[in-house]
C-alpha cells in the first residue's frame, strides 16, 4: 500500500519556525520529485516548493522565496520543508505529493500534475 506521510505541523507564534517532514510508505521516496502543498481554510491548494530527485532542481513560490527551504535526504528517505519567519497567513493543511520525475517550471505549481498524496499536517500560526 501506497502511503505519504506528513509531519511536524503544529502551532506557532508569528516569527517562528517549523520543519516539517515527508516519509513514504510501499515505495522509495528517492524515486520520486516531492512537492509541498498548502490548502488554506476558504482557499485552493497552493504549490510552495518542489524539489527534484537528485535536489539538483527546486522551486519556490515567490510568497515564500527567502523564507522556506525545501530539501530531502536519500540516507532517510525524507523531505524536508522548512519554515521560517512564520505568518498568520501561512496557517493551512500542508502536503507532500509526489510525481515521477519534477514538473516543469511552468507547471510544478498545478496540483494535477502529481500523483499521490498524503493526508497533510495541519500549521496553525497564531499568537
Known amino acids: 500500500q501506497v502511503q505519504l506521510v506528513e509531519s511536524g505541523g503544529g502551532l506557532v507564534q508569528p516569527g517562528g519556525s517549523l520543519r516539517l517532514s515527508c516519509t513514504a510508505a510501499?515505495?522509495?521516496?528517492?524515486?520520486?520529485?516531492v512537492g509541498w502543498f498548502r490548502k488554506a481554510p476558504g482557499k485552493g491548494r497552493e504549490g510552495i516548493s518542489s524539489?527534484?530527485?537528485?535536489?539538483?532542481?527546486?522551486y519556490y513560490a515567490d510568497f515564500v522565496k527567502g523564507r522556506f527551504t525545501i530539501s530531502r535526504n536519500s540516507a532517510t528517505s525524507t523531505a524536508y520543508l522548512q519554515m521560517n519567519n512564520l505568518k498568520p497567513e501561512d496557517t493551512a493543511i500542508y502536503y507532500c505529493?509526489?510525481?515521477?520525475?519534477?514538473?516543469?517550471?511552468?507547471?510544478?505549481?498545478?496540483?494535477?500534475?502529481?500523483?499521490?498524496w498524503g493526508q497533510g499536517t495541519q500549521v496553525t500560526v497564531s499568537s
Open positions: 510501499g515505495f522509495e521516496l528517492d524515486a520520486y520529485a
Open positions: 524539489i527534484s530527485k537528485s535536489a539538483g532542481r527546486k
Open positions: 505529493p509526489t510525481r515521477t520525475s519534477l514538473p516543469g517550471a511552468s507547471t510544478w505549481r498545478d496540483e494535477g500534475q502529481y500523483e499521490s
